[in-house]
């Protein structure tokens, strides 16, 4: 990290930059009227501490979709990107409940310190990038948890985890990997693992993309979406491991674990149809959706449950069928024009096609809106034409 940028951070927290960010909070600088901010702004404050104070009011608006506090806080951009969110972060520092001496190791800006410092717990935050520690540090005192919080700045390998009681981990990019799907990352996904044998109980955080083969079979992999989309997954090591897989739901803290049942059917489509959440089809636990629900499956490959009933279920989107048929595109824009279908979203799964290209040829026009189903039914192409449920 260039020296520089941590000389622009310090100016920031200064007197006078605390002073420029304070006067920014309450506005909505747009692209449309920064340069009309920043000329005015410039006439009272020196011109670096101006670009750097907008730069890091541009970050503190985008993490308002992030952070409570995001207007307190400081980020770098990769530090923004690379931070879990407060309801994924709380919803991790939970599993330490029982611990009251935690590691938060490559904290960046320290997202997932401040979940974890915020239950009562001690947590030694440790980083070799002395801005984002720093910038932790910070954040740390935004949070209201300076004092339960110590950092140290170190490549995580040489620390002594004397004293710790568990650790959380969040291995770095690597070879322009976010994070390691297939173990690409700094520290290596092994010596990650290889944590637990120092400290038993250890989290470690992952792109949703990991493959379930690189890690070991008595830990937990957790799959976590945010409302309908994916965003992570952590690995629990056997201390902390209370099932095999889980997907989980936030904000409402659904979880979906294996459990053993019956073979799921296979039948033609029904009345409704299940889109299961990503966080359940990564976790591999469509048939436990199923059972749960009492549906079945329309093909054996593909992840879409049915029903004759309508079926509520925090763990997937559910839709009306109004039409179902054999795949046939050249008849697709009658059948939609004949159910006076003016927009439609588009789900494509398991069936080859460009739906970019079959948006375009469509040329709707009436007054309802669908969800195009491009999929497989017993191994045929199928389409189904969809309404949201009611």
């Known amino acids: 990290m260039e020296v520089g940028a941590v000389t622009r951070f310090e100016v920031l927290r200064s007197a006078l930059g605390r002073q420029l960010l304070d006067e920014l909070a309450g506005q909505e600088v747009t692209p449309n009227t920064a340069l009309r901010v920043g000329t005015e702004l410039r006439r009272r404050y020196p011109a670096d501490l101006v670009a750097a104070a907008l730069a890091q009011h541009e970050l503190r608006l985008q993490a308002r979709s992030k952070f409570s506090r995001a207007m307190q806080m400081f ?67 935004a949070g209201g948890v300076a004092s339960r919080v110590t950092v140290s700045e170190s490549d995580v390998r040489d620390i002594d985890l004397a004293g710790v009681e568990a650790v959380f981990i969040d291995p770095a990019r690597r070879s322009g990997q976010r994070r390691m799907a297939t173990g690409q990352s700094e520290p290596p996904l092994r010596w990650c693992l290889d944590l637990a044998a120092q400290v038993a109980p250890v989290g470690i955080k992952a792109a949703p993309g990991i493959s379930g083969d690189t890690i070991p079979g008595d830990w937990e992999l957790e799959f976590v979406a945010v409302g309908g989309g994916l965003k992570e997954a952590t690995a629990w090591s056997p201390a902390l491991a209370t099932a095999a897989r889980r997907a989980t739901i936030l904000p409402g803290g659904h979880t979906l674990t294996p459990r053993p049942g019956a073979k799921v059917p296979v039948a033609a ?32 490959q593909i992840a879409f449950l049915s029903s004759d009933v ?22 697709l824009a009658g059948r939609l024009r004949a159910l006076d279908i003016g927009a439609a979203d588009i789900r494509r799964r398991g069936l080859a096609g460009d ?14 809106r669908a969800t195009i189903v491009m999929t497989r039914v017993h191994d045929r192409p199928w389409g189904l034409i969809c309404i949201a449920q009611p």
């Not at 009345?271 to 329309?298: C, H, Q």
């Open 355 to 368: 739906v970019d290209q079959l948006r375009r040829s469509l040329k709707l026009s009436g007054t309802r």
């Open 310 to 331: 309508a079926m509520d279920t925090p763990f997937g989107r559910t839709l009306r069928v109004i039409d179902s048929a054999p795949w046939n595109q050249k008849q």
């Open 75 to 141: 980020f770098t951009r990769p530090g923004l990107e690379q931070s879990s969110s407060e309801v994924v972060a709380r919803h991790r520092a939970a599993r330490y409940a029982p611990f009251g001496r935690v590691a938060d190791l490559c904290c960046g800006i320290g997202g997932d310190m401040l979940a974890l410092a915020g239950a009562g717990r001690c947590v030694r935050a440790v980083d070799r990038d002395p801005l984002h520690l720093r910038m932790a540090e910070a954040n740390a005192e």
């Open 269 to 300: 489509p029904g009345a409704f149809l299940v889109d299961p959440s990503p966080a359940v089809t990564r976790a591999g636990l469509v048939e436990e959706l199923a059972r749960m629900l009492g549906a079945w499956k329309i093909d054996e």
